[in-house]
T-cell receptor, first 112, second 115 residues
């Protein structure tokens, strides 16, 4: 099955700086890569996703890049704000939500 | 509010006991997924149902079972509980069968503590 590795496990950045979280996946057939944000004590929520026919997708301060050859994808957050502090999970699947595999999460802390 | 309702929010029980966690999906969603999140761990997929039928299984223990009822709500049954079963259990729903991709809508979770 799919195996997703996520790095780093914790990340602290100064407010206003950029944050980058990286994930690698094992199954070359994976074609859908969502990112979920989980604030402390809250439920995970989808913040952005990318499909394998696209190399980059951007939504305001958040962007995701995908390198299918290297089998890795990354989340980029620019101009970080205190409300960006949360745990971020990447995920990948070769076949629908029922095969979705999550990474172990990155705890992002924004330092005011 | 995601529209997914989970009860109870918190549950404290003893080893060896059995508990039932309940999930009501968003209106119109036919798929229900159960995930386990242990302390500082990721989201471990347990099981998925679509329109009443089991569709996919993850690393679900034999002591755990689930079902989805005709009204589409789902229950996760955990029996012979061990200390290691203490975790946050999330239910998520989506409109489709699970064989296509798209957003999962998570509930607020049920926190189980086994003493």
């Amino acid at each position: 099955g799919e195996n997703v590795e996520q790095h780093p496990s914790t990340l602290s950045v100064q407010e206003g700086d950029s944050a980058v979280i990286k994930c690698t996946y094992s199954d070359s057939a994976s074609n859908y890569f969502p990112w979920y944000k989980q604030e402390l004590g809250k439920r995970p929520q989808l913040i952005i996703d990318i499909r394998s026919n696209v190399g980059e997708k951007k939504d305001q301060r958040i962007a995701v890049t995908l390198n299918k050859t290297a089998k890795h994808f990354s989340l980029h957050i620019t101009e970080t704000q205190p409300e960006d502090s949360a745990v971020y999970f990447c995920a990948a699947t070769p076949f629908g939500n029922e095969k979705l595999t999550f990474g172990t999460g990155t705890r992002l802390t924004i330092i005011p | 509010d995601s529209g997914v309702t989970q009860t109870p929010k918190h549950l404290i029980t003893a080893t060896g006991q059995r508990v039932t966690l309940r999930c009501s999906p968003r209106s119109g969603d036919l798929s229900v997924y159960w995930y386990q999140q242990s302390l500082d761990q990721g989201l471990q997929f347990l099981i998925q149902y679509y329109n009443g039928e089991e569709r996919a299984k993850g690393n679900i223990l034999e002591r755990f079972s689930a079902q989805q009822f005709p009204d589409l709500h789902s229950e996760l049954n955990l029996s012979s509980l061990e200390l290691g079963d203490s975790a946050l259990y999330f239910c998520a729903s989506s409109p489709a069968s699970g064989r296509i991709t798209g957003e999962l809508f998570f509930g607020e979770g049920s926190r189980l503590t086994v003493l």
